[in-house]
Structure formats: C-alpha cells, structure tokens
Nanobody, 119 residues
Framework: QVQLVESGGGSVQTGGSLRLTCKAS?????MAWFRQSPHGGREALAT???????TYVGSVATRFTISRDNDKNTIYLQMNNLRPGDTSMYYC????????????????WGQGTQVNVSS
C-alpha cells in the first residue's frame, strides 16, 4: 500500500507563508490536501492529478497553490497570506481515482503536519 509522509508544517504569524510537502512511496494518480475541520471531519482543499491538473475547493486558490513533481512522487501546498483560521492539522491523501477531484473518497492518508498561525 502507498505510504504518504507530510512535512513542512510549523508556526507562522498572520500573513506568513509555508510550503507543505507530501512524499508518496510510489507513483499514484490522484493526490490531495485536506485539513482538519473545527467542526469535525476533514476539509478538502485541493487535488492534483497525474497530468498536474489542479482542482481547488472554494476560495482556497486565492492563497494556496497545489503542485506536483512526478519524478519525486511528491506534491506540495504553497500557502500564502496565512490567517489564524488556517491553523489546523494538514493531511495528504491519495488514490487511484478517475476523475481526480476533492469530492472523491480517498483511502490512503498521511499522518498529518500541524500548521499554527498566530495573530
């Protein structure tokens, strides 16, 4: 089974930036970023398919950018202009999903990386 390892979380002040990294143990078609919702469950942020085509949820794309390096089986989430409301555990997810979009059910998850944004 594919294993996912996230990194890049940390603590920043409002307006700061972070880049999250998720490395997969092998190539997989559809990869995604989620974060823990304060209301329970996980909130989808974005997906990216094997052709590097991204799909974002809501207004995430105004501040976050998902990208992918297929040679490294790695995806990234560049997060800019961070706000306290972005404080959460961020998770990488993956699956052999066609089409690849944030509304699909993912069966492989990483352990998460914590992001803290202070005011």
């Amino acid at each position: 089974q594919v294993q996912l390892v996230e990194s890049g979380g940390g603590s920043v002040q409002t307006g700061g930036s972070l880049r999250l990294t998720c490395k997969a143990s092998e190539s997989i078609l559809c990869m995604a970023w989620f974060r823990q919702s304060p209301h329970g469950g996980r909130e989808a942020l974005a997906t990216i398919d094997g052709l590097k085509s991204p799909t974002y949820v809501g207004s995430v794309a105004t501040r976050f950018t998902i990208s992918r390096d297929n040679d490294k089986n790695t995806i990234y989430l560049q997060m800019n202009n961070l706000r306290p409301g972005d404080t959460s555990m961020y998770y990488c997810a993956a699956g052999t999903l066609v089409p690849c979009n944030p509304w699909r059910k993912f069966d492989t998850w990483g352990q998460g990386t914590q992001v803290n944004v202070s005011s």
